[in-house]
């Protein structure tokens, strides 16, 4: 069985999911909870009541309650005009009111911090708490259903602290080790595995004997796909912007892996690599590298389109699309999805198997070791799809 990997799932944290704790350049522009251990840590109950351990205490409670707990949010300062830069977010430091009945005081252990936000982030106005997925704990709870210690994921955004009424919680699924990381449930056995698990089977309904395309392959979504597919018995070329990550490619099972910014032609590549054409693209660039590749489709071929990581950062006019003659005449099948459609036991069934994956690897030992640590969470969302290898470098520029 090819290997399913994610940077963040070796015995070392990953950068992104971003561990909450000491490192940045800047002392002031970190949250306050130290990057917890990769096992669980046993509980002890302290003066304020909260269940945590003590690498986790952040002394923002008063002896007797939660009531001044102090949460600092990165917040948006301004829209983003082409890369997002220091100078469009804010620290702010925001005093949390008593938990009413019904309520739970969340303290987040990772954040994720993901390209999509970069569009996401439109919906927002200027000084709100930037949006994303984090790993938190129930520090205080007036919610029987979420005691406290729980560990849930909430769409609680870039801060250290939060209150949910316990609509929007999910609880870590019951199966997960105390010896796998948390960050995982931010990155393989999360929204960017889920991304690729559903793109890829779902979309793209990839089977035994296929060809797949995925690109911007590095990624964390990318890597995910490449492997499932290869689960699956099809044949995979992945296109990365690095020869590091092509390395990391060919490791982990791909077939055929190139360098699209070295390479001489990029019709020419694809032809070497599938002289027959691909049954499956799975896009996370757009723009013209997907142009090329549907002229290159088979019959009925099929598209999943996850992201255009090439056009974010677009401030000019935006690239043609494919070409209407290919499209139509290979009657290929081009979607858009978000990972959210699908939900209840599809998506747990989804996750259990990720992390049935995501453990025989880490039993066999075959987990790949890169690390890049950037000191802000800004150049983890230039491009690098979410938190799988702990990049620093965009896949497209």
């Known amino acids: 069985m090819a290997p399913i990997t994610s940077q963040d799932s070796r015995p070392q944290e990953a950068t992104n999911p971003r561990p909450l704790g000491p490192g940045s350049k800047e002392e002031q522009a970190e949250f306050p909870s130290p990057t917890p251990a990769p096992s669980r840590p046993k509980f002890r109950r302290w003066g304020c009541g909260a269940l945590t351990p003590p690498s986790l205490c952040t002394g923002t409670c008063s002896p007797r309650s939660l009531r001044m707990v102090r949460a600092k949010n990165w917040t948006l300062k301004k829209h983003f005009h082409g890369h997002p830069t220091d100078s469009d977010f804010e620290l702010k430091t925001v005093e949390l009111p008593p938990l009413n009945n019904g309520e739970v005081l969340l303290e987040a252990l990772f954040l994720s911090v993901d390209p999509y936000m970069r569009l996401g982030s439109k919906r927002l106005k200027e000084g709100d708490t930037m949006m994303g997925q984090q790993v938190a704990r129930v520090v205080e709870s007036k919610n029987p259903a979420w005691p406290v210690g729980t560990l849930v994921l909430a769409y609680s955004g870039w801060a250290s602290h939060s209150i949910s009424d316990g609509q929007h919680l999910e609880k870590l ?64 070329v992945g296109a990365a912007g690095s020869e590091e990550k092509v390395d990391y490619l060919k490791k982990i099972g791909f077939d055929f892996a190139f360098n699209y910014k070295t390479v001489k032609s990029l019709e020419e590549t694809l032809k070497k690599a599938a002289p027959d054409g691909y049954n499956c693209y799975f896009d996370n660039v757009g723009g013209e590298f997907s142009n090329t590749v549907i002229r290159q489709m088979k019959k009925f071929g099929r598209v999943a389109i996850c992201g255009a990581i090439s056009m974010y950062n677009s401030t000019g006019q935006l690239p043609p699309g494919p070409s209407p003659e290919s499209v139509l005449y290979q009657e290929i099948r081009m979607e858009g999805f978000l990972c959210t459609r699908w939900k209840g036991e599809v998506r747990q069934k989804a996750l259990k198997e990720l992390l049935t994956w995501v453990l025989e690897v880490r039993g066999s030992g075959a987990v790949p070791q890169l690390d890049t640590r950037p000191a802000s969470p800004v150049p983890l969302m230039w491009g690098n799809p979410s938190s799988g290898l702990g990049r620093d470098k965009d896949e497209d520029n």
Not at 176 to 184: F, N, R
Not at 201 to 218: F, P, R, W
Request: charged share 10%.
């Open 173 to 236: 699924l019951t199966e997960w080790p105390d010896t796998l990381p948390l960050s995982l449930a931010l990155g393989t056995v999360g929204m960017p595995g889920l991304t690729a698990y559903f793109g890829l089977l779902e979309i793209c309904g990839a089977k035994s004997g296929d060809t797949v395309l995925v690109n911007a392959a590095a990624g964390a979504v990318g890597a995910v796909v490449g492997q499932i597919a290869k689960i699956k018995g099809c044949k995979v």
